[in-house]
């Protein structure tokens, strides 16, 4: 078999699209934040991705029925907007750095293929801390598109992360230079130790200023209320919760 | 060398076949119900599979010669039903998931060059627990196929396994839907700390009404009150026998 | 580059050849087997066989040159027999199981293009015990073999070693029969904790016996009367001396 | 994607072109010299060399963009001098033995491309232990190179290293036998306890006095006696500073 098997489920004719990336990583942030896009704006999938570089393993739907890991392209029409959107959701990243290489590559043909010429990257970036009101940093791969997000609040700070992006997240932006699309990562801040709503509404709201939508974001509030109970309970109880070390890294 | 490669001892012309698969897995389930198949229904090997995703080891007959270690296929002729049946068990799945995805992808392509259209893959559901009377769990590709399994007493439990199957037994099913190859995973629940002829015992009860063939169990079930005493013995000597974490997962 | 580069100094005509494998493994015991042979019969090296599955390694040679690590092949003619010798050494066996493959399958299509009809691949079978008289185990491809070898002290042993043979002592049995070439696979025994040259020179009894040819075997007698003397030595200081698990395995 | 990506900046026309090699490695000796020639050469950058061998991975600048990590070729002109210089530096080695095979095969080739027929490879040579003044090792690949290094102060010592060296500045030398480049490491004895700026002196005297330049050392000078006085302090205030094991070995 192919290292990365494509299934069109529709070609569609798009008008200029920006891609949305959100794929698992330090507190799921892009990954929140990306399938809560898909839901809220009824996207439509029309792509599936599967490959050797995504684990060995099917999911079970509550039905019995089964699926195989992937990742999955949706796309969301906008009459009154210059730009439609292309969102890419997904169970896994590469297991290897070999297979992380191929798999933003085949994304880059692909979004070549589609017309993109502008990607959105979302993750989180881990703090080992609580933290009460995440900024939204950012890297890009030129310098208009740095100043374009400063001006929606986009965090540009020297030093920070200061080991870069690992991960589908930077490596779109690093491979996207050579494929001369304009992309920008965006990270919001989490402590890393747990699914975070709270920066991937951070992250949303940077986003819709940006590409012009409203979204509602009350699911994503509940959910980081529910969360923000757990911890408080948790610091009571465990007045020092040291971090584990290994949540501290960042993979995009 | 091929990565994989198919040594044909016998080209069989089969009359509409079923694939039962059983490869090594969670105590074993898969691979003690079907090599018990195998020897019961003195099944005629036809194939061999042989691959670099496999350790590099030979296993020692008891002769003093040697034989690569491999997958095989037997087909099994039945005159009075329509379906003759193909038995594919090994001693090893691949060792990375890179050759998961190879190895189950061949399986697939010679499927279709059998002329199979429907697989049955066998395995065990680790619960980390002695269990008195297992159940077997399933999931197949399609809707169709729950509900005919659900008839002959596979239970479909929404959020098990939470985690899907990983290895062959599921990875059959996750391909088969790109092959169009119906399947469906039966897991013998086990404790999964020991060989399981229990859970093969219920697997192959299933899989005996559904293909509409009766075979002996006595054999396994020697085997399964051997282990009985054994564990029985454990317990009473050890009262508090905390499971190994990592025997938990499962890897059908 | 390619995966396996071979590198010929010399195309040898050679009569009915055999062929003698000795690598790093168990006790390194077919490595020194096959390297006293190289020195004794001062063999001639005529083919270099670099690749990926090797350490990215030089060695420094005593007058500061280098040169990268690999396995060669030597021969030696034998005016007086019906069969001139290849021996196979090395620095190291593939670093993974693919490249174990890929080596050995290469080993065997240089073998079928030297004409090369029967193979014997030397190991140590590690035992986790010091031993006084080794014994030396085998394992072959047919049963006309088999027996041959019994005939020259050769024991082949029901269930030993239990775990088959791994690596490429047993790999090119296990692949030689695909390319139908006749191999045994002769082990000494061996505690596994040291370099044994006791081990070794078992081995080369039973070969010299086999092949018809005399080696002296002193530089390995009073090697091994050194590392027998260290050995006492350290079991007089330290009485229960607990190996460690790791040693035990079988790699040949 | 391809397995290694070359991007040319600029293709210059060089005079018998010499290369000096210096990526991460023990103390970072190689990388800290070669980058420190890179800034006092004011040597221009004509290629860029990215890699799935290479960690999946962007840094970022002081500015808010960002580039993909990779390793680099810079030139400098010497129109008083028979040999233009090539400088070879980057983020990283490759991950894999595989990927340091094939990135250093991949720098020989271009090595042809560019006419280049030597190349210095720059190390350190890690003792597990604090060094006063650091002797500059070497290795060849032929006994000329050795005798003219010997000449330039470089010390080759037999039986050091003793494991020989490991990673791209061994790796040039051993596939530069099989191209006809001649090479020479040089590895400056180091701690291996931190950064070396004394150890890539060390290189730099043996380079400029081998290639006829003159070069500022004033900016390593100054952080050398930074790391000195850090590490004096270290001593004072932990008597028995224990090297970790891991520290020791050698990768160039």
New interface residues.
């Given amino acids: ?1 192919d290292d990365i ?1 494509i ?1 069109w489920k529709e070609k569609p004719q798009l008008k200029d699209p920006i891609m949305i990336e959100g794929l698992p990583g330090v507190g799921n942030v892009g990954k929140l934040a990306a399938e809560h896009l898909v839901d809220q704006m009824k996207a439509t999938k029309f792509l599936e991705i ?1 490959s ?9 739907n ?8 992937n990742n999955e392209m949706f796309y969301v029409k906008r009459p009154d907007s210059p730009n439609d959107i292309v969102i890419l959701v997904g169970d896994y990243q ?2 290897t ?2 297979g ?3 798999l ?2 085949k994304v880059l043909q692909l979004s070549k293929e589609l017309g993109i010429k502008k990607i959105f990257t979302l993750g989180g970036y881990g703090l080992g801390r609580m933290i009460e009101t995440p900024r939204v940093l ?6 208009a598109f ?1 100043e374009e997000m400063k001006g929606n609040g986009v965090t ?1 700070a ?4 200061g ?6 997240s ?2 779109l ?3 996207g ?2 494929y001369d699309i304009r992309c920008v ?1 965006l990270m919001g801040e989490t402590s890393g130790y747990f699914v975070d709503p709270k920066a991937a509404q951070a992250v949303l709201d940077v986003l819709s200023k940006t590409l012009g939508f409203t979204i509602d974001l009350s699911a994503l509030e509940d959910r980081a209320k529910q969360i923000d109970q757990i911890t408080s309970k948790l610091r009571e109880a465990e007045p020092t919760s040291e971090p584990r070390k290994e949540d501290l890294g960042y993979i995009g």
């Avoid at 020297?158 to 992360?161: A, I, L, N, R, V």
């Fill in positions: 078999m098997v299934v599967f050797k570089h995504f684990p060995p393993q099917i999911l079970i509550d039905s019995g029925t089964i699926r195989l890991v590469g297991l750095p070999d992380q290489y191929e933003s590559d950012g890297a890009a791969t030129d310098d740095v540009f020297k030093g920070e992360p080991s870069g992006i690992v991960g589908a930077g490596l932006l690093g491979l230079l050579l990562c």
